[in-house]
């Protein structure tokens, strides 16, 4: 369907609907779809809406589908999925936005025309005003944990198994809008400077608990806003993933595969934290994406000189490998993103069941090929943002049993929780993402 202009209200939310649409006929993500639309007039709050509209009712989906199932006397056709969405924006905008009940009804419905459905008007007034006297009269009830933390079946499931004493907070806090997180980058300032300049600056900030770098701000703030981003001195990254680097501890002259490298974050922040090493060659399968990994250089200062970048595919080292064993690996493995849901609320409605099979034998055979590529004595770090044991700590445990010169090796600090293999962050209101890491040692043989 053709894009509709967001400089008016109904518009945005006739935008959102078309998105919201991409998305359950499994076409498009978040963030695919929204950079795609855009404000005739250059209005910085219709983009800003539609963002918030289209996140809430992503986050929110699968408790108000079910309450829409109670609010509609027969399921829309196939061909109506645009107006099942526009209806639960419209839900949404009712129990989450803080915009008057008549505004949210009252456009919502005038974007029922302009998704060229002016049938469906009479419908999504009635539907919504059941919903505001819902609303109106308290307490609702839902008949399961699916439809109270909105969230899959499958994936409640699981991680109820996986987590039986965390279950609930890791499912809260899927739910909460996450902190903005700094790196700072301490080739060009140290963290004590930052916090001065944007304390200077009356930005609120406090120092992270984990990670040397890591800056939490109060409230967002556009990148632009932030005192020497465009001179390198600060990037955006969760505190979790800032810990890689520590675990690598690389070492001036050594030379390091980053697989899995796109969109080049930790490739920066090896280099940021030791700025001699002989060599990183940055990996990733998808080539387009490996480009912002070089305008990340550039912004950060960082020499591209040690940087070796290959658009390859990590399971088939033959293409790509010259047979020069590596000093360390770091496999930030592709998974099912459920450690960043509150960052990608998406996913929940992405993320299928039997993605986790395809994606455990990715990462399988990317453990195994990669292996070979490390030399005797050498470290691999394995990572991944998921919270599923069979990505991570279960992975890693098959990987051990199978690998004969594979070592599991103890992670320092106080942070995470301990697994059967490994360590885990579990995501938390205004703490990090949930996030997995495994350290192996490859046995030397020969000693």
Known sequence: MKAISIDHPAGIRASAAQILTALLSQKGSLATQLP??????????SLAFLKELCYGACRWYFQLNHLLEKLVDKPLKSKDLDIH????LGMYQLSHMRIPDYVSINETVNASVLLKKPWAKGLVNAVLRKYQRLCAAGHIDYPDDASRFAYPLWLVDTIKHDWPDDWERILSAGNTHPPMCLRVNLQQCSREQYLVLLAEMGVNAEAGLITPSAIYLK?????????????GY?????EASQILPSLMSPSKGERILDACAAPGGKTCHLLETEPDLSEIVSLDIENRRLERLRENLERLQLSSDRVTILGADATKPDDWWNGEPFDRILLDAPCSAT????????????????????????????????WMCLKPGGLMVYSTCSILSAENSSQIGSFISRTEDAQLQAIPGGWGLMCAHGKQLIPADKSTDGFYFALLRKKDVTI
């Open 219 to 231: 409230a967002p703030c556009a990148v632009d806003a932030l005192p020497g981003f465009r001179d």
């Open 234 to 238: 600060v990037s955006i990254q969760d």
């Open 36 to 45: 795609r639309q855009s404000s005739p007039s250059g209005n910085l709050s």
């Open 85 to 88: 969405c526009l209806l639960i």
């Open 339 to 370: 450690g960043i849901i509150r960052r990608q609320p998406d996913v929940k409605i992405l993320r299928q069941k039997l993605d986790i099979s395809r994606l455990t034998e990715l990462q399988a055979r990317l453990l195994d090929s990669l």
